[in-house]
Every structure is written in structure tokens, then in C-alpha cells.
T-cell receptor, first 115, second 110 residues
Framework: NAGVTQTPKFQVLKTGQSMTLQCAQDMNHEYMSWYRQDPGMGLRLIHYSVGAGITDQGEVPNGYNVSRSTTEDFPLRLLSAAPSQTSVYFC??????????????FGEGSRLTVL | SQQGEEDPQALSIQEGENATMNCSYKTSINNLQWYRQNSGRGLVHLILIRSNEREKHSGRLRVTLDTSKKSSSLLITASRAADTASYFCATDGNDYKLSFGAGTTVTVRA
């Protein structure tokens, strides 16, 4: 069972470069989300999606774009990388409730360094 | 801003002892969840307690929820070396934005 798969696991970028972090889930989950984790700050929500074709902003959306063209995939795009975006990024998915997220299944993370 | 705040930030215990950590939050919730994260890995869901529940058990885990005080606790009984990890509470409101605290780092000494 693959669950939630994130690629790449590690990436080094230069300031100003763009890239896409990939996330795929094989559990037919409606809900998908992206978090970033920084030391001492826990996880902060970047963007989320409650179904194909629907996305919305989380707590820290600036500098990131998402799209949800299929149920399975939820890529995160960094438009012009900045050193402040150095972080560990986690994708997570769930069977959402009517108004709530429910239990999240996480990927193993993508570690991004911006020089 | 983060909804949940864990206390303590770090905890060191001997194998076989119990570990207790607390979570406080600010606004109303649909449910509260606890997650574990081993070093360098993704988060793993441990337990979910709904706003109308007061206590829940899962194996060696016991979670309580006091909505009047906006607080929750996670108790790990008879700890093992494999319990060494960071533990996060997450509050699930009616807005699809699961909000995590900064976590409690638990070290279990052999």
C-alpha cells in the first residue's frame, strides 16, 4: 500500500528558481493539504483542497501555488524560491467530514534548501 | 497562528514509566487529534477524540478532553524506547484547517 507519496525527498534550489513538489495518494481521499515544518514552530498549513478542482489558502500561502486537477494528485509550486522557504514540506490527505478534516495520512516529507 | 500548544516542550523518562503531555487550544473544535513523528519521518495519526467525548483509549494511549477548559492530555503508559518521538496535538474545527501545535519531544531512556 503506497499511501501518500512525495517527490523529491531532497532538493536544493538557488534563490529565484522555481520548482514543483509532487504529491500523490492512492486512497481515493477527497481532502489533500500541504504543510511546512520549521524547527520549534510545528506544522503550518500552506494550501488545501476538499476535492478535485477546489483549492483554498491556509495559514502561510504566499509564494506557493497549488492545483487539483485529479483526486490523486496535489502538486505544490514554488514560484520564485526564497531562503525563507527552506523547510520540510509535508503532503497529507484524508477522508474529509462534512465540515472538518478528519484523520490525516502523511507523506514522508520533502526537504527543501534554498541558497 | 497555531491553535494548539503542547506542554511540556520536552520530556525525558525512564523505560517503563508513564509520559503525560498536555495540549491547550483557543477556539471551538469538532475534534482533537494526536500524532507522533519519529525523527526524519512523516507524522502518524495516533488517536482522534470528538468534542462530545471526554476520554478515549487505544492500546497504551489514553487521551482526555475537557472542552470547558479547552485542553487535552495524552498519557503513554509503560513507555518503551520505541516511544521516543515528537508528539503533536491538532485541532480540527469546522473549516478544513487542521491546526498543529509545536509538539512535545519525548525521550525514553533505557
Amino acid at each position: 500500500n503506497a499511501g501518500v507519496t512525495q517527490t523529491p525527498k531532497f532538493q536544493v534550489l538557488k534563490t529565484g528558481q522555481s520548482m514543483t513538489l509532487q504529491c500523490a495518494q492512492d486512497m481515493n481521499h477527497e481532502y489533500m493539504s500541504w504543510y511546512r515544518q520549521d524547527p520549534g514552530m510545528g506544522l503550518r498549513l500552506i494550501h488545501y483542497s476538499v476535492g478535485a478542482g477546489i483549492t483554498d489558502q491556509g495559514e502561510v500561502p504566499n509564494g506557493y501555488n497549488v492545483s487539483r486537477s485529479t483526486t490523486e494528485d496535489f502538486p505544490l509550486r514554488l514560484l520564485s524560491a526564497a531562503p525563507s522557504q527552506t523547510s520540510v514540506y509535508f503532503c497529507a490527505s484524508s477522508y474529509r467530514g462534512q465540515t472538518n478534516t478528519g484523520e490525516l495520512f502523511f507523506g514522508e516529507g520533502s526537504r527543501l534548501t534554498v541558497l | 497562528s497555531q491553535q494548539g500548544e503542547e506542554d511540556p516542550q520536552a520530556l525525558s523518562i525512564q523505560e517503563g514509566e508513564n509520559a503525560t503531555m498536555n495540549c491547550s487550544y483557543k477556539t471551538s473544535i469538532n475534534n482533537l487529534q494526536w500524532y507522533r513523528q519519529n525523527s526524519g519521518r512523516g507524522l502518524v495519526h495516533l488517536i482522534l477524540i470528538r468534542s462530545n467525548e471526554r476520554e478515549k483509549h487505544s492500546g497504551r494511549l489514553r487521551v482526555t478532553l475537557d472542552t470547558s477548559k479547552k485542553s487535552s492530555s495524552l498519557l503513554i503508559t509503560a513507555s518503551r524506547a520505541a516511544d521516543t518521538a515528537s508528539y503533536f496535538c491538532a485541532t480540527d474545527g469546522n473549516d478544513y484547517k487542521l491546526s498543529f501545535g509545536a509538539g512535545t519531544t519525548v525521550t525514553v531512556r533505557a
